[in-house]
């Protein structure tokens, strides 16, 4: 059989292929792990190894020893390849998870200035007039345009912008004045 391989006959290809191919698979899925895609790919690649060198092939051993040596270098050598790919996953997955941790220290220190900025906004806007806070509230936190604000508190719409910004200074000095006006400096 194996010199019809060697003259091309593609019976006898077949016939030699199915032959050893579920041993072969056998051996790479052991070597491998159970239902290793990559199996299948390692006996493939026995084959197109070992075709061409049959002729020189001496049979001193059975031929299957010969195809088994050929698979089993080739499942080492994937394994190989997969230590080196989850060792470098390894590593970025590392780097990745220390990026997070910095990230999250970072976002925790940017929410606390936040919640602080916050808490004191809200302590200074209690020390302006009714007037100004009111009005503040009515553009800043609801968002009103100057129209709304004007027919809201009945007053005439230049008085409403002159009024926010008076009432938009107070609080600047408020805040400039507070114990903590680092709070206020740009991050």
Known sequence: MVEKVIAGDPEAEGTFFRM??????????????????????????????????LKDYVFRAPIYAWLRQICLRLC?????????????????????????AVDRVQNEDLETQKQQKLALLRDLKQRLSPDSLRILELRDVQGMCYILISK????????VMSRLARARDQLRKLAMAAPEPRLFQPL
Do not use: C, W
């Not at 997969?82 to 997070?100: C, I, W």
């Not at 809201?152 to 008085?159: D, K, S, V």
């Open 76 to 100: 080492y050598a994937r394994l190989r390849t997969r230590n080196r790919v989850l060792v470098s996953l390894e590593e970025d997955l590392e780097v990745y998870m220390g990026r997070m």
């Open 152 to 159: 809201t508190l009945g007053i005439p719409m230049g008085t």
């Open 20 to 53: 050893y191919q579920p041993r072969l698979l056998r051996t790479s899925m052991y070597f491998l792990g159970g239902h290793d895609s990559e199996a299948e790919d390692i006996v493939q690649d026995t084959f197109l190894i070992a075709m061409p060198k």
